[in-house]
């Protein structure tokens, strides 16, 4: 059965950071593209960090960009997502995903594998 469990997530004041772990089981990460998504209230699902698999190319949306890091574990067969000066509006709940054969890696349908979700609030 192919899983992914995340855990990290929480409440952290403006200017902190939060680490989200995502351990999947089933299958290897290596020959998927990974990424991160995460969705607000109201909004749609967006995909904000990914590692295509194909060329190793990794994404960060602009939102992101300089306060967030992917990574992942070949070892452990998980995917990490490091954040760091977080702000009231990256409050949303955050999903991993896996996709083999992904054609365009910030695309909610492109992956088959998703986590739970963890819910990620910042506030003073």
């Known amino acids: 059965q192919l899983q992914l469990v995340e855990s990290g997530g929480g409440l952290v004041q403006p200017g902190g950071s939060l680490r989200l772990s995502c351990a999947a089981s089933g299958f290897s990460l290596d020959y998927y593209t990974i990424g991160w998504f995460r969705q607000a209230p109201g909004k749609e699902r967006e995909g904000i960090v990914c590692i295509n698999s194909g060329d190793g190319t990794t994404y960060y949306d602009y939102s992101v960009k300089g306060r967030f890091t992917i990574s992942r574990d070949k070892a452990k067969n998980t995917m990490y997502m490091q954040m760091n000066s977080l702000t009231p509006s990256d409050t949303a709940v955050y999903f991993c995903?896996?996709?083999?054969?992904?054609?365009?890696?910030?695309?909610?349908?492109?992956?088959?594998?998703w986590g739970q979700g963890t819910q990620d609030a910042v506030a003073s």
């Open positions: 995903a896996a996709g083999f054969g992904v054609r365009n890696p910030v695309v909610p349908e492109q992956y088959d594998n």
